[in-house]
């Protein structure tokens, strides 16, 4: 991990980040609750004010033996301290308001970054590059926002005007002696804070990668709880969770004590500070003897008066360097924010340079009734992505809308349609990070609508590699692949290896028509319900309680690997796309099954590229693309239909095959 400081590198993060939390844009929310603020944070400080000087008001009455001006000074007391209250509280909220509403701005726009070109796979899959994007995007935004809200704007912005005004009145009741002598105290204080705190800022770093590192593991056990009491190693479980655990205390403790010597010095000078207003003060009575024809009551009020401007200003120059261990933390945080900002925006600018053409599949679909207006395409935008989206609109953003519609995007025209799919041309692939590996080397085939492939090989020689190359998640290392349709899941959809259904209220509509986001669209209903049938998976309807009831438990727990794979396939169905990639979809379906869903594949005339071990998937196949995992070889040759399907009839009987 790179060094990480209170350098310029920060305040080149920092500057980018308070651009994405305070756009310049009228409708900014963000932008109009830091200017309450601000107002808020002023009004207070004039309600300090009031209140620092009112002591010395009450020394000369009482000196003067005045109850009339002591009765006034008790109800103005009153008043201000009142203000004061009301005005804190609203700061209060204030703060909080804005921490929650620069936390959901900058999310929405990570997340538009992360969950857009695939950028979260290719993030997820680059190795060491990053480490725990998910705590950067949950638990360090967080921290950052809530810091800068709550801690620093208002302190850091004001603190100038605060700090020069009671200069001045510092200079006006002792001369240039007082500032003098603040000011010197801050340099030295400053200086101080400045050594300890650049070690605290790369141990902040430090200790957010140790807590991702230690949520991980525990996520590793939770998710193979399973095999790990097969296996019976919650021994060696235990060994390697403390560890992880052992090496974030050995960080913390070290952070622990860097802070104790940066509290510890921040201490000595905000104590000493008491003690050097009235050094001052003592030089206008003791040594110019400015104060010597004025009565003892009087005297009494001005020291009063002058020892809270003296220690206001010392308490605001404590206040800046208290904030150097604020400052700290954000910085620790920042670099880890802005470093996942940084890097998707690298992708995206990769994803550009090496697509032939560009995608521009939209980071999020929408399934809309079709009596909705273009308006509502905005709107379901905003929904999706926030409504900062209006800001960074680009041309994207407007086939998007027309794609959320149901509509013919405007580039669709520029995409030459003549049922080539993809082109693979002298293509060389490896993994991303062991390019030593080859897949296959000079691959050359085509992926035509109405001609359908079956990829085989050995488990492990890199058959669903080609899928990933196919979906445009790898990139050959030579050679080329060109996909000739736009990536709409009206096109081509991929069923990964190991399914996927998101949980958390989630009905069984959105699971079906995945990964689109479900309305409640009535003419879908007997549709979805035929799908169902098609799978044997019908009786989800009555067990989730209809297909707009959200379901609260886990679906990849809940189901069995048969039944998620079934209701993968009803997505296909659905979907009907052109082309779909099989993974081996059927793996852990019976075998009538998987017949009959092959053939309702063909019945619904939806061209399949499946990657299998099942010697009867061949009699539903065209081609067979065998990768043989040994240095790159590969063969590619036409499947006789009949005569496989004539070997399966006979060794399972005729009988048995032509009741499915």
Not at 138 to 156: C, G, H, W, Y
Request: with cysteine; glycine share 6%; proline share 3%.
């Amino acid at each position: 991990m790179a060094r990480l400081a209170l350098d310029f590198l920060f305040f080149r993060r920092f500057w980018r980040l308070l651009k994405i939390l305070f756009p310049c844009h009228r409708r900014s929310i963000t932008a109009w609750l830091a200017g309450a603020l601000l107002i808020a944070t002023a009004i207070d400080q004039v309600m300090t004010y009031l209140v620092g000087i009112q002591p010395s008001l009450f020394y000369v009455a009482l000196g003067n033996r005045d109850l009339d001006t002591f009765k006034t000074l008790c109800a103005r007391g009153a008043a201000i301290i009142i203000g004061k209250a009301f005005t804190l509280a609203v700061f209060k909220y204030l703060t909080n308001m804005l921490a929650i509403r620069s936390r959901q701005v900058c999310n929405l726009t990570m997340h538009r970054l992360y969950f857009k070109r695939q950028a979260f796979y290719k993030l997820s899959s680059s190795g060491d590059m990053l480490d725990n994007p998910d705590q950067r995007l949950t638990q360090d935004i967080e921290k950052a926002t809530r810091i800068l809200s709550n801690d620093l704007l208002a302190p850091v912005v004001t603190a100038p005007f605060i700090i020069g005004y009671y200069t001045w009145l510092t200079y006006d009741s002792s001369g240039w002696i007082g500032p003098a002598a603040i000011y010197s105290y801050f340099v030295i204080q400053t200086i101080i804070n400045k050594m300890v705190l650049s070690p605290i800022v790369q141990k902040v770093s430090e200790q957010e990668k140790m807590e991702g590192d230690f949520r991980q593991r525990h996520m590793e056990v939770r998710s193979n709880v399973e095999a790990i009491a097969f296996y019976r190693a919650g021994v060696l479980e235990n060994i390697m969770t403390n560890q992880k655990l052992k090496s974030l205390i050995l960080t913390q403790k070290s952070l622990t004590e860097w802070r104790m010597l940066l509290n510890g010095i921040t201490n000595i000078f905000d104590y000493f500070g008491g003690i050097l207003s009235y050094l001052i003060i003592g030089v206008p009575v003791f040594i110019s003897h400015l104060y010597d024809d004025v009565t003892p009551a009087e005297l009494n009020g001005i020291v009063s008066r002058n020892a809270f401007f003296y220690l206001y200003l010392i308490y605001s120059f404590s206040t800046v360097l208290k904030l150097a261990g604020d400052f700290g933390e954000l910085a620790g945080v920042t670099h880890r924010v802005m470093e996942l900002h940084e890097e998707l925006n690298r992708l995206h600018s990769d994803c550009l340079e090496t697509d032939r053409p560009p995608s521009t599949v939209p980071s999020s679909v929408v399934v809309i009734a079709s009596d909705e207006d273009d308006k509502s395409a905005t709107r379901h935008m905003q929904e999706i992505h926030g409504k900062q989206m209006s800001l960074e609109r680009d041309e994207q953003e407007e086939e998007e809308a027309q794609y959320l519609l149901g509509g013919k995007t405007n580039a669709d025209d520029e995409w030459p349609d003549d049922g080539v799919a993809i082109t693979v041309d002298s293509a060389t692939l490896s993994p991303p990070n062991d390019h030593s590996h080859l897949i296959v080397q000079l691959l050359s085939l085509q992926i035509i609508q109405g001609q359908t492939l079956l990829i085989t090989g050995d488990s492990g020689s890199g058959k669903s590699s080609l899928l990933r190359m196919f979906a445009g998640l790898w990139h050959c290392s030579s050679g080329k692949m060109d996909c000739h349709w736009r990536r709409l899941t009206s096109n081509l959809f991929f069923l990964a290896q190991k399914p996927y259904f998101p949980s958390g209220n989630t009905t069984l509509r959105q699971q079906i028509v995945y990964p689109v986001k479900a309305l409640q669209v009535d003419k879908d209903v007997s549709r979805i319900s035929q799908i169902l049938e098609w799978v044997k998976m019908e009786h989800l309807i009555e067990r989730c309680g209809g297909l707009d009831t959200p379901v609260e438990w886990d679906w990849m727990k809940t189901l069995s690997p048969g039944e998620l794979q079934r209701l993968s396939l009803a997505r296909v169905f659905y979907q009907k796309p052109r082309i779909v990639f099989l993974d081996e979809s059927t793996s852990a379906i019976g075998f009538e099954l998987e017949m009959a869903i092959y053939r309702k594949l063909q019945e619904e005339k939806i061209t399949f590229v499946s990657v299998g071990h099942r010697y009867s998937l061949k009699q539903f196949h065209d081609m067979e693309l065998r990768v043989k995992g040994r240095g790159g070889e590969w063969s590619l040759h036409d499947i006789d239909t009949a005569s496989i399907a004539s070997r399966t009839a006979s060794f399972l009987g005729t009988d048995t095959v032509l009741s499915m």
